[in-house]
């Protein structure tokens, strides 16, 4: 089964400067790759998803994610993070052979200061 | 456009009492799952359900009971709950194709006392 390592639990940046959010996935087939972004009291909302073509994907909030498969990465970016960006992020991936599960990474929890 | 509405949001309980935690999705889904977000392992899926009248073990479904007797409803049972179980839990569902991401409720967050 596909498994996905977050590789930061926190990461801590100031307004204005950019930001990167680490994730790896394995898996023995190909898969589609997902960002979700967890608000405090809310659930997971879609950033942006990896399906195929282009392997640089560009997601709501100005964030954006670069599928590398020889490194088997989806790292997510910002150029410049406002205070409104602090929050939970989530790594997900799933199988192209199963629908039925779909595995989050641990998250990373971004804190933007001022 | 409600999207998918879980209820209760809060809830504590005592060791051994009975609950259940009823997520329903407006999106006409095919899928529908439910998660537990616990500090620092992410979501984990307990069960999920491909359709009405199914449904099937995740990862950790031990302690938790499952029916989706419509499809726009899918009911989270804990018959004897335990402190292990609390957690916040996540209710998603997600159209037939598998490229398509889930859409998640705004989570009960349960305490075993």
């Known amino acids: 089964a596909q498994s996905v390592t977050q590789l930061d639990s926190q990461v801590p940046v100031f307004e204005e400067a950019p930001v990167e959010l680490r994730c790896n996935y394995s898996?023995?087939?190909?898969?589609?790759l997902f960002w979700y972004v967890q608000y405090p009291n809310q659930g997971l909302q879609l950033l942006l998803k990896?399906?195929?073509?282009?392997?640089l994907v560009k997601g709501i909030n100005g964030f954006e994610a670069e599928f590398n498969k020889s490194q088997t990465s989806f790292h997510l970016r910002k150029p410049s993070v406002h205070i409104s960006d602090t929050a939970e992020y989530f790594c997900?991936?799933?199988?192209?052979?199963?629908?039925?599960?779909?595995?989050f990474g641990a998250g990373t929890r971004l804190t933007v200061k001022p | 456009n409600a999207g998918v509405t879980q209820t209760p949001k809060f809830r504590v309980l005592k060791t051994g009492q009975s609950m259940t935690l009823l997520c329903a999705q407006d999106?006409?889904?095919?899928?529908m799952y439910w998660y537990r977000q616990d500090p620092g392992m992410g979501l984990r899926l307990i069960h999920y359900?491909?359709?009405?009248?199914?449904?099937a073990k995740g990862e950790v479904p031990d302690g938790y009971n499952v029916s989706r007797l419509k499809k726009q409803n899918f009911l989270l049972g804990l018959e004897s709950a335990a402190p292990s179980q609390t957690s916040v839990y996540f209710c998603?569902?997600?159209?037939?194709?598998?490229?398509?991401?889930?859409?998640f409720g705004d989570g009960t967050r349960l305490s075993i006392l």
């Open positions: 998603a569902s997600s159209p037939f194709f598998r490229d398509q991401p889930q859409h």
């Open positions: 898996s023995s087939v190909s898969v589609y």
């Open positions: 990896y399906l195929s073509g282009s392997t």
């Open positions: 997900a991936v799933s199988e192209f052979n199963n629908n039925n599960d779909m595995r």
């Open positions: 999106m006409n889904h095919e899928y």
């Open positions: 359900s491909v359709g009405e009248g199914t449904t």
